[in-house]
């Protein structure tokens, strides 16, 4: 999956070019601050989560993350989504809505017992406290629940900055996600799941 099937598909509002820093789409005229932001906002983000995916594929050869497909936050109303090359701004897709509430009702047990979800996790605010179903060691689980509690933290600056800054509502953010090559993360701030990624690729594409 990358950007462009998302921008075919989906219901677009805003996406740009990073490496050129050009506007590919807007439903409207943006402020200059607004743009900057959301470039750097991506170009920051997509570098963060791939440094993840290499070094947690460095570390484990279970639930493959490595190349990164694609890396996003999303609110009830809207998500920003990242390849290597694109940030675009979409709303956010029902599916994807009703998976973060299936995710976050449904206890741990009930979540890896189904077909898809091969672990679930649930970590503290401090991060230090956690419980989680699904084939880890704890040198795993340690550096997993690192990279959970770091990215909900940065979900959460980044769903901040866009609302003060965007006048978007971009707060309660629903959770956030990376996915790759055969698995993808999501984390719903709190909860969180390993998923294949093709499955969880689809539920971001709205109408399919």
């Not at 943006?30 to 963060?48: E, Q, T, V």
């Not at 940030?87 to 599916?95: C, S």
């Not at 900055?161 to 971009?170: E, F, K, N, T, V």
Request: net charge negative.
């Amino acid at each position: 999956m990358n950007i462009q099937e998302l921008i075919n598909k989906s219901q677009i509002i805003f996406a740009i070019d990073r490496e050129t820093g050009k506007v590919i789409f807007s439903i409207e005229s943006i402020p200059a601050d607004l743009k900057r932001l959301i470039d750097s906002l991506g170009k920051m983000n997509f570098k963060i989560t791939q440094i993840e995916a290499e070094g947690w594929n460095m570390i484990s050869n279970k639930y493959i993350f490595r190349p990164l497909h694609i890396a996003g936050i999303a609110s009830s109303k809207y998500a920003l989504l990242q390849d290597d090359t694109t940030t675009v701004i979409i709303k956010t897709p029902e599916r994807l809505k009703t998976f973060f509430n299936n995710v976050r009702n449904r206890p741990l047990e009930d979540l890896v017992l189904g077909k898809f979800i091969e672990v679930a996790g649930v970590i503290s605010v401090c991060g230090e406290e956690y419980d989680i179903k699904g084939d880890l060691n704890e040198e795993e689980i340690k550096l997993l629940n690192s990279i959970i509690h770091a990215n909900d933290s940065i979900a959460g600056l980044t769903g901040e900055m866009l609302s003060l800054i965007s006048g978007m509502i971009w707060y309660p953010l629903k959770g956030w996600f990376m996915s790759g090559k055969e698995h993808a993360i999501v984390s719903i701030f709190g909860k969180w799941v390993i998923i294949n990624s093709k499955i969880f690729e689809e539920i971001l594409i709205e109408g399919d």
